[in-house]
């Protein structure tokens, strides 16, 4: 990956500035800055207002006014340039006004107007937005009705979007027919991509309908797509009249889908080098739309929510997504999403400019001068460090000698002639090999040196842009150390974090959070990739590797902790947590519990878990705080719940009733109740001694009643209150004045619900009962020897078997 260096500034001009200044300082209406095709000039506009500037020098960082036309009461919608082979450098400018007028002007030895003409076909139309396709403009136009017959309810489906040929000449301008592309539709904002067109609804205002989904026009395909990229919905139609054109027999047949999907979040947007559409969202969201509607998230902005007149400046450089957000530039690899650098820049107003001859570079147009940004390929940096290799034999001899049983000492010398330990010898020459061949002739590897060598490449370029960010970091202005060492502090702890956690690096990282506890915190944030979902939710991307070195087991942090006071990492980051995001730790916690869940098994002692729960280690943490606070008892209590055990919901709910929270009692009761059984039982029984103790629950009995187990009987109920009823000085009273007693009455829809409530044995017969077979018809009864029956005892009658007792009342015998 590669790493930018320092920003340097290229040139700087007077107060005047030739105007320039005026246009870019902040406040009011932000100012727009364009480009030309070939870098060699530069068009800035600010209101009604326009400016251009020949860029000369090596880096075109010179500026010299060449063109400053009478300003304009009314701004233009576009600066556009129309690109011709037949033209001399292959381009002109339009400017586009909002009737549809458009200028164009060519650069021969200073600027020349070469025609105007006239886009839209109506006098009443007006230009909304507009953009350039190579020889083709295309742009959105309201079509007012005609008077006496508009109509409101079609008033926001009265725009057209249109393109026209544009062919420049030497002498002029050939404009060709205009191609309805869409019409009867609402505003679109128009953005050109090499082969394709976005179209972004502009507002969702009246047709807020509408506003949920965007449009790609396929010049070439004569084809449309509809596409709501955050539901992964995507329909294409080809245009073959101009009757498909309509806006609504478009829609028809996805009406139904796409009324129920969200509406566009879209800040900003732009389109990429490689015509993709860049879109942020109020989140700060950063993604990419490709022409198919597919939609892939980059990277999310710092700052949270954007306001509308939060500027976001886009633009991409090959691979590398530059962002500028309230004078702090981004530059992201849109692959990966990974952070390259971040850069805290000293002006606010800051625009993207092309850098001649240069590719891996950047140039930033501020109002005190022109800046610039270098890349470099962290190999580029690397220069031979004579005590490296030293430092290799150093390290492997400290390695060697804990593991040695033999009681004489290893020393470098004996490394390098001994020929035993293959390992820093093999290091040694992978790091002479990629360090010196920049200075001089590569050395042959050996094959297996070699195969090491395409392993270990990216530990290498880890290496040397660390090396490069040091050196960065000793050469920086004052201003700019900070920043450096932000990055620095991520670097090291990602390196930390991607190797063996042992007693030296666990001390060091405890530095690294004691010396920069800022910059700490937002390198744990960018290692683990912490964020807030849509749905307000804390989600991590850590891959397990590293979720294993964060918890780290107790037999390998929490052992070697305690020794001078260092602290495992995990409890360094709860540390962090409540220092700079408190609200987060519960929902961190539970994160850390999920991956436990799902990598090792309950109760193994293998586990970060197998001595003390996590939830307990945080709580640790939080109880080492010097100052207690109100705040800190909340905190206890998300940390408690968030565990889900049942003695930590047991210990948060016997916390709230000793706070008096009878509210929060009766949410948590209903909401862990849900759990097990035996959590259930535990939580009633424990809310059921309450109500026998006073009369603060009462308000809530038809929330705890519900929640009754179904294994407790009225027995059972009565003995918890009797066991806690409040003991009292006097003989109690049948009416007491006091008015906080227990009382049967009280008691009664719990003791009627237990009652009535069907019990488990009548449960287990209730289908033999309902069985119209029961009870099987008594067997007939025979008297064979009626004589010898009178001689004897006379037998008793026997009763005839019945369904019901009211049977025996009625005393049906036989």
């Not at 003409?117 to 309201?142: F, I, K, N």
Request: aromatic share 6%; glycine share 8%.
């Amino acid at each position: 990956m590669k790493r930018a260096g320092p920003l340097r500034r290229v040139s700087e001009w007077s107060r005047g500035g030739g105007g320039l200044q005026e246009l870019l300082s902040p406040g009011g209406e932000p100012s727009r800055v364009l480009p030309s095709p070939d870098g060699g000039h530069l068009v800035v506009q600010r209101g009604g207002r326009l400016l251009a500037f020949q860029r000369r020098g090596s880096l075109g960082a010179e500026l010299r006014r060449s063109w400053q036309p009478p300003a304009s009461r009314e701004a233009p919608v576009g600066l556009l340039y129309p690109r011709s082979p037949r033209v001399p450098g292959g381009w002109a400018l339009a400017v586009v006004w909002e009737r549809g007028r458009a200028e164009l002007w060519r650069f021969a030895a200073g600027w020349q107007p070469l025609q105007a003409v006239e886009l839209c076909q109506g006098a009443r139309a007006r230009v909304a937005s507009v953009c350039c396709q190579g020889e083709r403009l295309v742009w959105c136009e309201e079509r007012p009705p005609s008077d006496g017959h508009s109509d409101a309810g079609k008033g926001a489906f009265r725009f057209c979007v249109c393109a026209r040929a544009l062919e420049l000449e030497e002498q002029g301008v050939r404009l060709g027919p205009v191609t309805i592309v869409l019409h009867n539709s609402p505003e679109y904002r128009v953005l050109a991509a090499p082969r394709h067109v976005f179209m972004l609804p502009a507002s969702a205002g009246a047709a807020a309908a509408t506003s949920k989904f965007l449009l790609v026009w396929h010049p070439e395909e004569a084809k449309l797509t509809v596409a709501a990229p955050s539901a992964g919905f995507a329909r294409s139609k080809v245009l073959q009249s101009s009757s498909e054109s309509d806006f609504r027999k478009l829609l028809l047949g996805s009406v139904g889908l796409l009324s129920a999907l969200a509406p566009l979040d879209v800040h900003s947007c732009a389109v990429s080098d490689r015509g993709a559409l860049l879109l942020v969202s109020t989140e700060g969201a950063v993604s990419v739309v490709e022409t198919d509607g597919t939609q892939r998230h980059v990277f999310d902005l710092e700052g949270g929510p954007l306001a509308r007149e939060n500027t976001v400046q886009l633009k991409t450089f090959g691979s590398t997504l530059a962002c500028v957000l309230a004078g702090v530039l981004y530059l992201v690899d849109q692959n990966s999403g990974r952070l390259i650098e971040k850069k805290i820049l000293s002006m606010k107003e800051v625009h993207f400019l092309e850098s001649p001859g240069e590719e891996d570079s950047i140039q930033l147009l501020t109002q005190t001068g022109i800046y610039s940004l270098s890349f470099s390929s962290p190999e580029d940096s690397g220069r031979a460090e004579p005590c490296l290799v030293e430092m290799v034999f150093e390290e492997a001899c400290r390695y060697y000698q804990r593991r040695s049983l033999s009681s004489s000492k290893l020393t470098v010398e004996k490394l390098k002639k001994g020929g035993a330990f293959q390992a820093p010898v093999a290091l040694a020459a992978i790091l002479q090999h990629s360090l010196h061949q920049k200075q001089k002739p590569a050395r042959g590897l050996q094959d297996t040196y070699a195969k090491l060598l395409s392993t270990m490449s990216l530990e290498l370029q880890s290496y040397l842009s660390l090396e490069l960010l040091k050196t960065c970091v000793v050469g920086a202005p004052e201003s700019e150390v900070e920043s450096y060492c932000e990055e620095l502090v991520e670097q090291e702890v990602s390196r930390v974090l991607h190797s063996d956690i042992d007693k030296d690096n666990l001390a060091y990282l405890n530095s690294v959070f004691a010396s920069f506890p800022k910059a700490a915190w937002k390198a744990t944030r960018s290692c683990l990739q912490l964020q807030q979902n849509g749905d307000g939710l804390l989600v991590a991307r850590a891959t397990p590797e590293v979720w294993k070195k964060v918890l780290g087991g107790p037999q390998q942090q929490q052992e070697e902790a305690g020794q001078n006071g260092v602290v495992p990492l995990f409890e360094l980051i709860c540390a962090s947590f409540l220092r700079f995001k408190p609200k987060w730790l519960p929902s961190f916690v539970e994160l850390t519990q999920q991956y436990v869940s799902l990598s090792w098994a309950y109760s193994s002692k293998e586990g970060p878990e197998g001595r003390v729960p996590l939830y307990k280690r945080a709580l640790g943490v939080l109880a080492r705080k010097s100052k207690r606070s109100e705040v800190d008892d909340e905190m206890e209590l998300e940390l408690l719940l968030c565990s889900k055990r049942p003695k930590a919901v047991l210990q948060a709910l016997h916390l709230l009733i000793r706070l008096k929270r009878w509210q929060r009692v009766v949410e948590v009761a209903e909401k862990f109740s849900k759990l097990s059984p035996l959590l259930n039982k535990e939580i009633f029984t424990t809310l059921l001694a309450e109500f026998a103790q006073h009369r603060e629950l009462d308000p809530y009995v038809d929330t705890l009643w519900p929640l009754c187990p179904a294994e407790l009987t009225a027995s059972d109920i009565l003995t918890v209150v009797l066991q806690h009823l409040p003991r009292t000085q006097e003989d109690p009273v049948p009416f007491s004045s006091e008015g906080n007693q227990l009382t049967v009455g009280l008691l009664k829809p719990l003791l009627q619900r237990v009652v009535q409530r069907p019990c488990v044995q009548d449960e287990m017969y209730s289908d033999a009962l309902q069985s119209p077979t029961f009870p099987p018809p008594a067997p007939p009864r025979e008297h064979k020897n009626p004589q010898k029956a009178a001689v004897g005892d006379a037998p008793q009658p026997p009763v005839a078997r019945t369904s019901s007792p009211s049977a025996l009342v009625q005393g049906d015998t036989v």
